[in-house]
Every structure is written in C-alpha cells, then in structure tokens.
C-alpha cells in the first residue's frame, strides 16, 4: 500500500535520509542503505522517494509505481519507504530538510549519498544549506571514490570530515560534519535497468 503519511520516529533518534528517484529501486540500494545503516550507527533510514529530481532531463516512472517497487525491493523493519517529498510540496533536498526538522525538531537527521553524488553536491540548490544542517554520510560505489574525494564540496568542507574509522559517531555529531566509507559494493545501476529495458517491461503493476 502506498504511505500516505509520514513515518515515525522516535525524539532522540537517528534516521538516516536516502533519497533520490528509486528508477527503478534495485539491489544496490538495498546494500547502500544496510551498509550506511551499520557504518554510521543509524537507528533507522528512510528511503525518500522523489517526485523528480530536477538535475535530470527525462521524467521518472509515476511517484506510486516507484513507491510499490521500492516497498517490494527493501524489506526490513528499520527502513521506511516513504513519499515524504509529495507530502511536504518540497522538491530540492534543502527545503525537505528543513521540512522534516521542523516537522521532528527532537529526531537527529542524517543524509545518505552515494559517492557519485558528492562528486556534483556542489550542483544542487543550496547545497551548502545541506551541509550546514545535518551530518552527511558517503558510501562509495565503482569508481566513484577519487571524483568524489577531489569535489568541491569535499575540498571546502575537508575540515569537517570525520575520519572512518570513527563513522559511528557521524549521527551524533554537530553539523557541519560528513564521512565518506567505502564498502564492498553492488555493481548495478537505475540507469543501467532501463537500458536493459528490464524496468520498462513493468516490475510491477501501476
């Protein structure tokens, strides 16, 4: 069933953010999100599934369509699968954040990129707003890692990084504040399933 409202969480949490467009949600998503979970102590993650994501030319498949196969792809107890963004009217990643922190002033936040994202974190809206707001955790996926050590926003925020070894402490600590983990990674791509045409042919009903 499609959420029609938000998820709870607990005042004192730590909920990991994982957003993006889910087109189509697949494996590697699953293990970007078990693995964050592990590396930086969250409590729970939230998959946000976005309604569009405006760095992209083409349109994604409907927001419900997405929202079904995500619920069938990332089943565990401590991640939600939410539309959160068509709830709040919020589309740049700046003002969800700001959105949920007043929506859960007690709950501590924490977002989720993959290490392709830092690469161009410099390119979204706001993008210092971000990091100025919530710790912000990197998980590296092939061949990602150097682009992403060497971006804008890794250089001008490099003070701030927590090193790796301490990750665990990244939910807790006062933003600004990030840490990039390289993990054994799944080597499949949204992009990679439409090509294939495997997410045209209807994964799951609309």
């Known amino acids: ?40 102590g969250l409590d729970r993650v939230w998959w946000l599934v976005s309604p569009g994501n405006p760095l992209k030319e083409r349109g994604p498949a409907p927001l419900r369509r997405r929202v079904r196969a995500a619920q069938a792809v990332m089943r565990h107890p401590r991640v939600d699968v939410t539309d959160i963004e068509a709830l709040t009217g919020t589309r740049a990643t700046a003002d969800t954040l700001a959105a949920l922190q007043r929506l859960y002033p007690r709950v501590k936040f924490v977002w989720l990129m993959g290490a392709d994202n830092l690469a161009q974190f410099h390119r979204w809206k706001d993008w210092r ?3 100025d707001s919530v710790p912000v955790g990197v998980v590296a996926r092939p ?6 050590r060497m971006s804008p926003a890794a250089r001008l925020y490099a003070r701030y990084r927590i090193d790796g070894q301490a990750r665990h402490l990244l939910g807790r600590a006062q933003a600004p504040a990030w840490c990039f983990v390289n993990v054994p990674m ?15 042919g209807g994964v799951l009903p609309e």
């Not at 004192?12 to 087109?23: C, E």
């Open 129 to 131: 707003r971000i990091m």
């Open 143 to 148: 061949g990602d890692r150097i682009s992403a």
């Open 1 to 40: 069933m499609l959420r029609s409202a938000l998820p709870y969480a607990r005042p004192g949490q730590v909920v990991g953010l994982f957003g993006g467009s889910f087109d189509p949600p697949h494996q590697g998503h699953v293990h970007v999100t078990l693995e964050a979970m592990k590396a930086f």
């Open 186 to 200: 799944v080597d499949v791509s949204s992009t990679e399933l439409r090509r294939r045409g495997e997410w045209d």
